[in-house]
């Protein structure tokens, strides 16, 4: 069973703790999750990245796919084989979190 560091980057930690939770049990019989931690600024995801050297870094729908595409740019530029996975702007306002949690469900199975 492989081993995924995941980083995300939310401004809003609660919501991230209970997202990866719930995505840690529901796939935990196919791969392991370790969530390295989150970063809440755009200014933060080089550090990040450099310290924790996750596998995947996730961007939170409140970002915009303009700064979407700078997160994944920044991350990189430190760590070239980085996944990344950016939820849809909007899609937590628009549709709520269980859309959030089906998007990154689906986004994850590609991983094992």
Do not use: C
């Amino acid at each position: 069973m492989s081993t995924q560091r995941f980083l995300t980057v939310n401004s809003d930690s609660a919501r991230v703790s209970a997202l990866i939770g719930k995505l840690i049990d529901e796939v935990k019989a196919k791969i392991t999750v370790v969530h390295v931690g989150n970063v809440e600024k755009i200014e933060e995801v080089q550090a990040a990245v450099q310290k924790e050297q996750p596998d995947v870094i996730f961007t939170a729908s409140e970002w915009t796919a303009e700064q979407a595409q700078e997160i994944n740019v920044i991350a990189k530029s430190v760590k070239a084989d980085i996944k990344t996975v950016n939820i849809p702007h909007g899609l937590a306002t628009e549709q709520g979190p269980e859309a959030v949690a089906a998007f990154i469900q689906q986004s994850v199975a590609g991983l094992y």
